[in-house]
């Protein structure tokens, strides 16, 4: 079972006001992604790090999305400006590795913006 | 970038039958295949993968089975039982990116009958 660590659960904002969220990656994981997952069931990868190093972030993630994994700190997404289609489910994975090592998920934190 | 596409988006099933879930991507240079699960209101949870240089992977229940020429994976699930019921989504992703992003399918909602 993972052992990835979501927080909070569920957030409530309103448009234009900014949400955050965390996660602890399983202990050893030097890899961390976050997907958004819509009311589709449509994945969208937005960013991942390698200890505190960005990796890969999508264009999205540039503008409004801010994230970040400091040193034994938690890492965190940060949505500047939220806006109505942000509402979804965020989900933060961990892994050993970036070459076809399996990535364990958190519960997730679910985004309603009003 | 690569595209991944679940055939079946319900399939339904006695229980004690087989289950199988299809799955084709477009990048031929894609070499990891995860498949995760996820029940109503929880994360998605690892069930099983396959890397590409094998065509056939079996852990219990389950068996992967991969056909690089037709871009072709499938998740067979035999002798099913009612917790087996969930979402199924499959995924898809390329070393040479170093980042070891996935990208996954849309999801197939597998329903158990007693």
């Known amino acids: 079972n993972s052992k990835v660590i979501q927080t909070p659960r569920y957030l409530v904002k309103g448009q234009g006001q900014k949400a955050k969220m965390r996660c602890i990656p399983e202990?050893?994981?030097?890899?961390v992604f976050w997907y958004q997952q819509n009311k589709n069931n449509e994945f969208k990868f937005l960013i991942n790090?390698?200890?505190?190093?960005?990796?890969?972030q999508i264009d999205m993630t540039e503008k409004r999305f801010s994230a970040e994994c400091p040193s034994n700190s938690p890492c965190s997404l940060e949505i500047q400006s939220s806006e109505a289609g942000d509402s979804a489910l965020y989900l933060c994975?961990?892994?050993?590795?970036?070459?076809?090592?399996?990535?364990?998920f958190g519960p997730g934190t679910r985004l309603l913006v009003l | 970038g690569e595209k991944v596409e679940q055939h079946e988006s319900t399939l339904s099933v006695r229980e004690g039958d087989s289950a199988v879930i299809n799955c084709t991507y477009t990048?031929?240079?894609?070499?990891?295949f995860p498949w995760y699960k996820q029940e109503a209101g929880k994360s998605l949870h690892f069930v099983i993968d396959?890397?590409?240089?094998?065509d056939r992977k079996q852990s219990q229940r389950l068996i992967v089975l991969l056909d690089k020429k037709a871009k072709r994976f499938s998740l067979h699930i035999t002798a099913t039982q009612p917790e087996d019921s969930a979402i199924y989504f499959c995924?898809?992703?390329?070393?040479?990116?170093?980042?070891?992003?996935?990208?996954f399918g849309t999801g197939t909602r597998l329903q158990v009958l007693p």
């Open positions: 994975a961990s892994s050993l590795g970036t070459y076809q090592d399996t990535q364990y």
């Open positions: 202990k050893g994981h030097p890899v």
């Open positions: 790090f390698q200890n505190q190093e960005v990796l890969q």
């Open positions: 990048d031929t240079a894609s070499s990891y």
């Open positions: 396959i890397r590409s240089n094998v």
């Open positions: 995924a898809a992703s390329r070393p040479s990116s170093n980042t070891n992003k996935v990208v």
